[in-house]
């Protein structure tokens, strides 16, 4: 049975005694997050080209970025203007924030339209994103599993249903990768909305 505890406070992960994410399992309600899921169906979805090893090809999903003004975004070598949040993102937007106690400004959504999309593993230190990177990726529609691996240790997943959100603090990504990899079993599509600081402006000074 669910407690009060369940939806307002977080599962925290450490590791060796630091602190790497919080995870809230009921950040919004089916009802909520099912809206939500249908008003993220109708951004404006780019599946963009990348060069991996002088090849190009499409990225293995959709995305797209949107943020306050003057947060730009690079990716694969091209710099992209975020679309303007509109008021429903904004509100949801700092609604994330009070509860990670992060001022997120923008916001990359990734759609996996079914379990044949992906995410490679990475970290997100990008340089825009300053000495303490800060993301929080509130899921929606069907459950896919994050797997989070640090140094030589074991992997870590979390499954991730519709309507919860992972904080990854700056350690997760110092220290540790991730990846969203396919799944062929899974049918149906999920949405991520992954909630960034960004450093306003950082690409654009002289
Ligand atoms: O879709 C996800 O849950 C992961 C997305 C991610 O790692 C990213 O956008 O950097
Ligand atoms: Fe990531």
């Known amino acids: 049975m669910m407690t009060l505890d369940d939806y307002l406070l977080p599962q925290r992960l450490h ?3 630091v602190e790497l994410a919080r995870y809230w399992s009921h950040f919004l309600s ?18 963009p080209r990348v ?10 999903r959709q995305q797209c970025w949107l943020g306050e003004p003057g947060c730009q975004y690079r ?13 429903w993102l904004d ?6 924030s009070q509860h990670c106690g992060v001022r997120y400004n923008t916001v990359l959504a990734n759609r996996y339209r079914d379990g044949g999309d992906k995410m490679g593993w990475h970290s997100d230190n990008e340089p825009e994103m300053g000495a303490e990177p800060q993301v929080a990726i509130l ?13 030589e240790g074991q992997q870590q997943e979390f499954v991730m249903p519709h309507g919860s ?20 079993a899974v049918h149906g599509e999920r949405i991520s ?12 000074r002289g």
């Open 15 to 17: 590791k060796g005694g």
């Open 75 to 87: 990716y694969s070598g091209t710099l992209l203007d975020p679309e303007p949040l509109s008021p």
């Open 165 to 184: 959100l992972l904080q990854l603090l700056p350690e997760a990504q110092r220290r540790c990768k991730h990846q969203l990899p396919a799944r062929a």
């Open 51 to 60: 060069r991996v090893f002088g090849k190009e090809h499409l990225i293995p």
């Open 91 to 96: 509100a949801l937007m700092l609604s994330v």
């Open 139 to 151: 899921s929606l529609g069907a459950a896919r599993p994050l797997q989070l691996r640090c140094g």
């Open 193 to 204: 909305l992954t909630f960034r600081r960004i450093t306003p402006g950082y690409w654009s």
């Open 30 to 47: 089916e009802e909520q997050a099912d809206q939500l899921l249908g008003r993220c169906r109708n951004l404006h979805w780019q599946q």
